[in-house]
């Protein structure tokens, strides 16, 4: 009987959890990347085409979930390396980036978001120091790292022999409504 009362008591628990647990849905915000044609210019696509499907309890370091994004949406203010861009991406067998979030760490320098990113059909772990707000109904992630196209078996494209930089600094600023 006693086992029975405690199984019960924690899988109650465990149910109501689950029921203050909001999703988050994403409002507005960018992902951009940036490298450069080494001795050229630099390459900044931006894309606002993301789709979250987040949740997190009252406290910030229990946001879990993942974010999507297309890779067609990525654009830079020249399409014809935009296209150079999509074909060394490989985004017509692999038209899409995951992040999925695993750990939030609150630390004194702010939050870090542990996850694995998934490029080109390659995860890895991702651990990227971010700026996180919860206020008035709203979740704002801000932040950056460094990933090297070679580690996700991307190729750095070759132009006019000038070699573009395997460092892409992924910047992220969203804005996650709860529902």
């Not at 996700?152 to 992220?172: A, C, K, M, N, Q």
Request: with cysteine; net charge negative.
């Amino acid at each position: 009987m006693f086992t029975k009362t405690i199984v019960s008591l924690l899988a109650a628990s465990l149910l109501c959890g689950t029921l203050f647990a909001k999703e988050l849905h994403f409002q507005e915000g960018t992902i951009g990347a940036q490298t450069e044609i080494l001795g050229d210019s630099n390459i900044n696509p931006k894309s606002s085409h993301i789709s979250a499907n987040l949740s997190m309890d009252d406290t910030i370091e229990s946001l879990k979930g993942e974010i999507t994004l297309e890779l067609l949406s990525l654009k830079s203010d020249n399409e014809k390396r935009d296209e150079h861009m999509y074909e060394a991406l490989h985004v017509k067998t692999h038209p899409n980036t995951f992040f999925k979030l695993k750990e939030v760490v609150k630390e004194a320098d702010g939050y870090h978001l542990i996850g694995i990113l998934t490029l080109n059909n390659q995860p890895k772990e991702i651990n990227t120091k971010a700026e996180i707000t919860d206020q008035n109904g709203f979740v704002n992630l801000k932040g950056n790292f460094t990933i090297k196209m070679s580690a996700f078996g991307i190729e750095p494209p070759t132009l006019l022999f000038l070699s573009v930089r395997d460092d892409v600094v992924v910047s992220y600023d969203l804005i996650l409504a709860k529902r």
